[in-house]
């Protein structure tokens, strides 16, 4: 499904990503960990196209997409949920669901689609015509992948969902991805809680400055220790 | 006697507060034509981070493009509707093939590029049109007074005032109740986030720019029986247009609307108690909402930052 092959990214003069190869399969939850500054957030933002100077392949569905606009990979069924999850303010509950809808063919089924969306999140069906920003962290964070899942995306990437949020609600943020696992959904995660993703995931990478320095099942990295604390302990 | 003095008294009073509806309803239609440049100014702003130097030129040629069409089908009502969209397709046609080549660029370069755009449509003007200026009479049917109960008011002015109205609320509704506004409210906030879903935002910019264009143009048409028609007649709005946004909060619509209003208000209310005072009166009340409110009345924070 997505296929990234010798991605280099720069922002300004520095040499972000040196080369990273990584995929992902049709309906494989991928979790992709390594410490603060490796360049998760780069990667994925390189993937959606937005940063700058990149170079390299991103293939995604069949298409080389490196040089298409933010808004065409979206098209092609790319979704990304960015690291500050980005509600915007001054708008509803309901209007930043209809914001995922209004660049998808499945604006035409609106209502049916804010419905169905409501039903597996119920947090925010009681809160639809509420002010976004006037919402806990982590409501806000369902609200920003509700929002991307209207729109029934092939792969999406959820960049720490986590962070930031109560654990309780990180305890529902996790049965949830397992839902959408169960569902089917290709998931590209990347996480800090490096235990409860490697539960979830079926396949991990790590990534070190900017390299990938390791691949394997996910299975096989819980039970890794060693490489979990040279990579990933802060 | 006493009882005489004070119905003196009571009279006298009436009548100055007449003349003050009087002059607050001259105030509002002054304000009408800021307000209506000013959106356009803080709409461009907002989305598109840009400082339209060249906002004013759009004004004048707004009037002229009414001109020229008053004098080919002689139909004001023609020129109303015709005006916005010949003006605003300019506006897009600038857009797209100077504006937009500049995004992402810093806040600089579309400012340079503004301000000579302003100044080769004034020049144009002048070479097609000549430097003179020309007539621009208030059409007939809105010519005379409307006897409002209380005093007599220019049947135009008031017209002014509904018109304004009109596209008030149907900005409002066009904002609030189309999809097509909810992208604009949250490109307006978070331009990236509209990318993510999936939303073309050049093609998004570039009808902002033509809308907010075309209101600069629909202004100048609507000025143009008050203040005539001439190649300059852009200078002072340029600056009125400044001290509007500036008074209301860069970017903010709402401020627009109520800063255009205060502005006309306070003009017209110094040109008549204090006629030597009414261009100065606007940059004290500018001067005095930034003591107390930095970023205008409704300046959101962190908009230049
Ligand atoms: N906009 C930017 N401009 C310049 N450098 C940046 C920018 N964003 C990130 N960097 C740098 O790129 C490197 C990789 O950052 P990135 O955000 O991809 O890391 P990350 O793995 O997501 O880290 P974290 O776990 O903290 O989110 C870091 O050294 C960071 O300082
Ligand atoms: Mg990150």
Same mark, same amino acid.
């Given at each position: 499904m997505l296929k990234i092959e010798q991605l280099n990214a720069w922002y300004g003069r520095s040499h972000i990503l040196q080369g990273v190869n990584l995929k992902v399969e049709a309906g494989e939850v991928v979790c992709m960990i390594g410490r603060n500054g490796a360049g998760k957030t780069t990667?994925?933002?390189?993937?959606?196209?937005?940063?700058?100077?990149?170079?390299?392949?991103?293939?995604?569905?069949?298409? /080389?997409?490196?040089?298409?606009?933010?808004?065409?990979?979206? *098209?092609?069924?790319? %979704?990304? =949920?960015? @690291?500050?999850?980005? $509600?915007?303010?001054?708008?509803?509950?309901?209007?930043?669901?209809?914001?995922?809808?209004?660049?998808?063919?499945?604006?035409?089924?609106?209502?049916?689609?804010?419905?169905?969306?409501?039903?597996?999140?119920?947090?925010?069906?009681?809160?639809?015509?509420?002010?976004? /920003?006037?919402?806990?962290?982590?409501?806000?964070?369902?609200? *920003?992948?509700?929002? %991307?899942? =209207?729109? @029934?995306?092939?792969? $999406?990437?959820?960049?720490?969902?986590?962070?930031?949020?109560?654990?309780?609600?990180?305890?529902?943020?996790?049965?949830?991805?397992?839902?959408m696992k169960a569902d089917g959904i290709t998931i590209l995660l990347v996480e800090q809680n490096v235990e409860r993703a490697l539960s979830l995931a079926d396949r991990a990478y790590i990534m070190d400055q900017g390299l990938i320095v390791h691949e394997d099942t996910a299975a096989a990295l819980l039970a890794d220790t060693e490489i979990q604390e040279r990579y990933c302990a802060v | 006697m006493w009882f005489h003095s004070i119905g003196l008294l009571l009279r006298g009073v009436r009548v100055t507060f007449d003349l003050f509806l009087l002059q607050l309803f001259t105030g509002v239609a002054l304000g009408a034509i800021y307000v209506l440049v000013a959106l356009g100014l803080s709409l461009i702003f907002g989305l598109l981070t840009i400082v339209n130097f060249a906002h004013s030129q759009f004004f004048m040629l707004g009037a002229y493009v009414g001109a020229f069409i008053m004098g080919f089908v002689g139909n004001f009502w023609l020129a109303l509707v015709g005006v916005p969209i010949v003006v605003g397709l300019i506006g897009m046609v600038c857009e797209r093939f100077l504006i937009r080549p500049l995004y992402g660029r810093g806040i600089d370069y579309p400012l340079l590029l503004t301000f000579g755009l302003g100044l080769i449509i004034l020049e144009i003007v002048r070479m097609l049109a000549g430097t003179a200026g020309i007539p621009f009479g208030t059409p007939p049917s809105l010519s005379g007074a409307?006897?409002?109960?209380?005093?007599?008011?220019?049947?135009?002015?008031?017209?002014?005032?509904?018109?304004?109205?009109?596209?008030?609320?149907?900005?409002?509704?066009?904002?609030?109740?189309?999809?097509?506004?909810?992208?604009?409210?949250?490109?307006?906030?978070?331009?990236?986030?509209?990318?993510?879903?999936?939303?073309?935002?050049?093609?998004?910019?570039?009808?902002?720019?033509?809308?907010?264009?075309?209101?600069?143009?629909?202004?100048?048409?609507?000025?143009?029986?008050?203040?005539?028609?001439?190649?300059?007649?852009?200078?002072?709005?340029?600056?009125?247009?400044?001290?509007?946004?500036?008074?209301?909060?860069?970017?903010?619509?709402?401020?627009?609307?109520?800063?255009?209003?205060?502005?006309?208000?306070?003009?017209?209310?110094?040109?008549?108690?204090?006629?030597?005072?009414?261009?100065?009166?606007?940059?004290?009340?500018?001067?005095?909402?930034?003591?107390?409110?930095?970023?205008?009345?409704?300046?959101?924070?962190?908009?230049?930052?």
């Amino acid at each position: 499904m997505l296929k990234i092959e010798q991605l280099n990214a720069w922002y300004g003069r520095s040499h972000i990503l040196q080369g990273v190869n990584l995929k992902v399969e049709a309906g494989e939850v991928v979790c992709m960990i390594g410490r603060n500054g490796a360049g998760k957030t780069t990667t994925l933002r390189s993937v959606m196209g937005l940063v700058g100077r990149i170079d390299g392949q991103v293939l995604f569905d069949g298409h /080389d997409i490196s040089k298409e606009p933010v808004h065409r990979r979206f *098209a092609y069924g790319l %979704a990304y =949920v960015p @690291e500050e999850r980005r $509600i915007v303010p001054g708008l509803s509950v309901q209007e930043n669901l209809r914001l995922g809808l209004v660049g998808s063919t499945n604006r035409t089924r609106e209502a049916e689609m804010i419905d169905r969306i409501a039903e597996t999140f119920p947090r925010l069906r009681e809160r639809l015509s509420q002010s976004a /920003d006037t919402m806990s962290g982590g409501e806000q964070q369902m609200l *920003a992948i509700a929002r %991307a899942m =209207v729109s @029934e995306p092939k792969l $999406i990437m959820l960049d720490e969902p986590s962070e930031g949020i109560m654990p309780v609600l990180i305890d529902e943020m996790f049965e949830l991805f397992n839902r959408m696992k169960a569902d089917g959904i290709t998931i590209l995660l990347v996480e800090q809680n490096v235990e409860r993703a490697l539960s979830l995931a079926d396949r991990a990478y790590i990534m070190d400055q900017g390299l990938i320095v390791h691949e394997d099942t996910a299975a096989a990295l819980l039970a890794d220790t060693e490489i979990q604390e040279r990579y990933c302990a802060v | 006697m006493w009882f005489h003095s004070i119905g003196l008294l009571l009279r006298g009073v009436r009548v100055t507060f007449d003349l003050f509806l009087l002059q607050l309803f001259t105030g509002v239609a002054l304000g009408a034509i800021y307000v209506l440049v000013a959106l356009g100014l803080s709409l461009i702003f907002g989305l598109l981070t840009i400082v339209n130097f060249a906002h004013s030129q759009f004004f004048m040629l707004g009037a002229y493009v009414g001109a020229f069409i008053m004098g080919f089908v002689g139909n004001f009502w023609l020129a109303l509707v015709g005006v916005p969209i010949v003006v605003g397709l300019i506006g897009m046609v600038c857009e797209r093939f100077l504006i937009r080549p500049l995004y992402g660029r810093g806040i600089d370069y579309p400012l340079l590029l503004t301000f000579g755009l302003g100044l080769i449509i004034l020049e144009i003007v002048r070479m097609l049109a000549g430097t003179a200026g020309i007539p621009f009479g208030t059409p007939p049917s809105l010519s005379g007074a409307v006897d409002l109960g209380v005093f007599f008011f220019p049947k135009y002015r008031l017209f002014l005032i509904g018109i304004t109205a009109v596209i008030l609320v149907g900005l409002w509704l066009f904002l609030e109740r189309t999809s097509y506004g909810l992208i604009i409210r949250a490109g307006a906030r978070d331009q990236e986030i509209v990318q993510i879903l999936g939303i073309d935002v050049s093609k998004v910019w570039l009808v902002v720019f033509g809308v907010g264009i075309a209101l600069a143009g629909l202004a100048g048409l609507l000025a143009a029986p008050i203040r005539g028609v001439f190649p300059e007649m852009g200078v002072p709005v340029l600056v009125e247009a400044f001290v509007v946004t500036v008074v209301g909060g860069m970017g903010s619509l709402f401020g627009a609307v109520v800063a255009g209003l205060l502005v006309g208000i306070t003009v017209s209310f110094t040109s008549f108690y204090f006629p030597q005072m009414a261009t100065l009166s606007m940059f004290l009340l500018m001067a005095l909402v930034l003591i107390f409110r930095p970023r205008g009345l409704f300046g959101r924070a962190g908009l230049l930052d």
